[in-house]
């Protein structure tokens, strides 16, 4: 499993963004879903060693990433794409991957063909000379998914990746998604429950920092069929354990 | 977005992936886009603007030219160097790329130290520029002498000093209001540091902007007869790299810097950048004022620099021969100008001097900053004149020529004193004439007490010299205009004649023609 999580646990203060969540993950494209504030960016910082948890249990690349060392072997297989992308203006799509790919330890002869290949994988290539500050947000973020898959990471997380890509491009990006996860554990944190239909192989619910559902699409889609709402099976099957998870909690 | 097939990148095992990263393409991509290359044109006008219009107005001697530099190229560098430093450190928390930054493999001191290098390169490259400039004006401006590298190289090492004060003032504190604070505190400390200076013993000589003693810094009498002590420059250098590697290592220190390894490293440079930067001011603080204005570190000195620096002294073509030090050739046609009609009247008489030769100022530490010449002005050596030239040299600031030319008289009228009157010129002590001497010596020199009193300021100020010449409206005074009114070959004559019998005092001013 190149993600193991038990009891994990993040707070702020006394707000407990993450509360108590076990996942397990293997290589191929994991969704995330859920609705604002459940959690998923929290977790999904935690999962990438930028925070620490507060208690529980995290195993990445069967590694401990609390240790320096181990951290350190993680951050080099691993890709990240933050909800907010910050950036350098004055840095070229060529420059700015190439930056993230030296820093992730790449092997500085690898580099050049490397940061080629992630610029033509998100169709930038032609932008590839074009300062950052001269970019759209559609293709800013395209410029997020380079640096992050620019060391062809074993673990790749990415939190709302989709967000200001057109709709030609989302359907590219999801074929991307798959190819990806043939080889490695892709987390995708999203609200768009079509692009977890198109490219997951599996699915996680989160609300008020805990997993509420944990299965394929299909089995979610499943879900929807005990009542829900939505225009699609998904997105019933979204509403209809959201539903369930929340009269649990106001019972308990 | 391309999905399948992914390209033919090669993907070794993950055990090559540890193969070194050149640093120098991280370098390369941080030189290429770092604010201090912008900031290299803003840098250089300002020291174009203040310092280079400064030092191209002194005199080309290397001395003066390079100690300037030492004093002003710094000053001026200092704003757009913590500036850019600090703006560079500070964009990651500005830009918002801390998390994707801090979750990359390369340790987070590592990454600081590189986006420091290259600001630092872009600054050192512009500081050297600016030496280069000054240093190739001077050489083909100089008449003597060769480049003083201790103060460019003071400067050189502290530039790396203001870009660590700026990218460390910008990494722990990431706000755009640093910029302007860090810039502004930085300018203020520098210029704090120089003014704090009190005397020889101070530890504010630390200072990367103080060159030599702290009241006479730049001034043509040092370091043109004796050589340029590096005494001070050396703490000067152990303080700023001292300090830098202490301000680097902090960045390594905080949790989240780098490994176990990479932090104790950190700690160990930073306790000893401390260390060395300690020991530098300390020592700054044993430095005393050696009579030829340079500071002596006594654990840092080499006795073979107190040798005087041997030269081949130029001379005029006159009747007794003005000769001066190589570096003042430039000089030699104003002294000869003044000096030549007292020389010619001079020249034959028993007890002239055989030659007028141009000696070092010596000096001595005051209280305070206050700095006395212990020998400043004449003194018979050898049969010959020792003198000093009169300082600060036309084009310092607050000289003129006019202003020169009215010292070097002052001159002239020592040297005829020292024939004409009757004081013991061994011991080189203004001379005592009695009226009838300062009849001879006012005609001799066309000088007056008034005109001397004029120079000095007041009739108070006339000091020792004032007892040469006669008082205005005087008898004496009278004698002179009518010795004066002699065809110069007459006057000659009487005092071949008369001058033993004058100095002995036995001349009456009746008895002058």
């Known amino acids: 499993m190149n993600i193991e999580i038990t009891d994990l646990t993040r707070r702020f203060g006394r707000t407990k963004a993450v509360a108590g969540v076990d996942l397990e993950a293997g290589p191929g494209v994991f969704g995330l879903l859920g609705p604002n504030g459940a959690g998923k960016t929290t977790l999904l910082r935690v999962m990438a060693t930028v925070l620490p948890p507060t208690s529980g249990r995290l195993r990445l690349l069967d590694r401990d990433p609390g240790a320096y060392g181990p951290r350190r072997e993680i951050r080099r297989r691993l890709g990240y794409l933050p909800q907010n992308l ?50 759209s947000g559609g293709m800013l973020r395209r410029v997020g998914i380079a640096q992050a898959i620019v060391n062809e990471p074993e673990l790749l ?27 490695a554990t892709v987390v995708v944190s999203t609200h768009l429950v079509e692009d977890v239909g198109a490219a997951c192989t599996e699915v996680a619910l989160m609300d008020q920092g805990k997993v509420v559902f944990h299965g394929t699409p299909g089995e979610l889609t499943a879900r929807g069929t005990d009542g829900g709402t939505g225009d699609a099976p998904l997105e019933r099957g979204y509403t209809a354990v959201l539903a369930q998870a929340r009269l649990a909690q106001a019972q308990s | 977005m391309t999905a399948p097939p992914a390209p033919a990148v090669p993907r070794p095992p993950h055990h090559a992936v540890r193969a ?24 250089i006008l300002l020291f174009w603007y203040n310092g280079y219009r400064e030092i191209m107005a002194v005199p080309p001697m ?56 290259a600001t630092t390169c872009w600054a050192l490259l512009g500081y050297l520029c600016c030496v280069a400039v000054v240093y190739v004006l001077t050489a083909r401006q100089a008449s003597w002498g060769g480049p003083l590298w201790w103060p460019a190289v003071v400067g050189a090492v502290a530039v790396p000093l203001l870009s660590a004060v700026g990218f460390a003032a910008g990494t722990l504190f990431p706000s755009r209001f640093t910029v302007p604070l860090v810039t502004v505190a930085a300018f203020f400390g520098l210029a704090f540091g120089t003014q704090a200076a009190s005397g020889d013993h101070s530890y504010w000589q630390i200072s990367p902007l103080t060159s030599g003693a702290v009241d006479i810094g730049a001034d043509p009498g040092v370091a043109t007869f004796y050589h340029y002590l590096p005494d001070l420059s050396i703490a000067q250098v ?77 001379c005029s073509h006159t ?48 209280p305070g900053n206050s700095i006395n010449l212990i020998f400043h002005g004449l003194a018979a050596r050898d049969g010959s004149v020792v003198f000093s030239l009169p300082d600060p040299l036309p084009g310092d600031q607050g000289q003129t020529s006019a202003g020169f030319d009215s010292r070097l008289k002052t001159t002239g009228l020592q ?31 066309r000088l007056t007490a008034p005109q001397l009193a004029f120079r000095n300021g007041s009739a108070e100020q006339l000091g020792p010299y004032g007892r040469l010449l006669p008082a205005p409206g005087s008898p004496a005074a009278a004698a002179a205009t009518r010795f004066a009114a002699l065809p110069a070959a007459a006057q000659h004559a009487w005092l071949v004649q008369h001058l033993p019998a004058l100095r002995a005092g036995r001349i009456s001013l009746a008895q002058l023609p």
């Open chain 2, 62 to 117: 290397w001395n003066l030219r390079a100690m300037t530099l030492q004093n002003r190229l710094l000053l001026d560098f200092a704003i757009p160097v913590v500036g850019a430093a600090a703006w560079m450190a500070s964009r990651e928390g500005r830009r918002g790329v801390a998390d994707l930054l801090g979750i990359t493999a390369r340790p987070r001191w590592a990454r600081q130290l590189t986006g420091w290098a």
């Open chain 2, 415 to 445: 040297i005829v004193a020292g024939v004409i009157g009757s004081q013991s010129r061994a011991a080189g002590s203004p001379a005592v004439a009695g009226p009838a001497q300062q009849a001879v010596i006012s005609a001799l020199t």
């Open chain 2, 238 to 314: 152990m303080f700023a790299a001292g300090l830098t590697a202490a301000v680097l290592g902090l960045l390594g220190l905080p949790a989240g810097s780098g490994g176990r390894w990479l932090r104790r490293s950190a700690a160990v440079i930073t306790v000893a950048g401390l260390a060395a930067a300690g020991t530098a001011v300390a020592l700054a603080g044993t430095g005393r004022l050696d009579p030829h204005g340079m500071i002596v570190i006594p654990a840092l000195h080499d006795a073979a620099n107190d040798q005087p620096i041997r030269y081949t002294p130029v």
């Open chain 2, 20 to 43: 070194k990263v050149v640093p120098g393409r991280l370098l390369r991509l941080e030189l290429r886009r770092n604010t201090m290359l912008w900031m290299l044109p803003v840098a």
């Open chain 1, 157 to 183: 997380l990415l939190d709302e990746p989709t967000a200001g890509l057109d709709p030609e491009q989302r359907v590219q990006f999801r074929a991307l998604l798959r190819d990806l996860g043939q080889r």
């Open chain 1, 86 to 135: 910050g950036y350098y203006p004055g840095f070229t799509v060529c420059e700015f991957v190439e930056y993230f790919a030296l820093l992730k330890d790449m092997p500085a002869a690898r580099v050049p063909a490397a940061v080629a290949a992630a610029v033509e994988r998100v169709d930038l290539g032609v932008k590839a000379k074009a300062k950052l500050r001269t970019l």
């Open chain 2, 319 to 366: 009747a007794i021969p003005v000769c001066v030090n190589p570096a003042y050739t430039a000089y030699l046609p104003a002294v000869t100008a003044v000096l030549r009609p007292v020389l010619t009247e001079l020249a034959g008489l028993p007890g002239a001097p055989r030659q007028v030769t141009q000696a070092a100022q010596a000096y001595a530490q005051g």
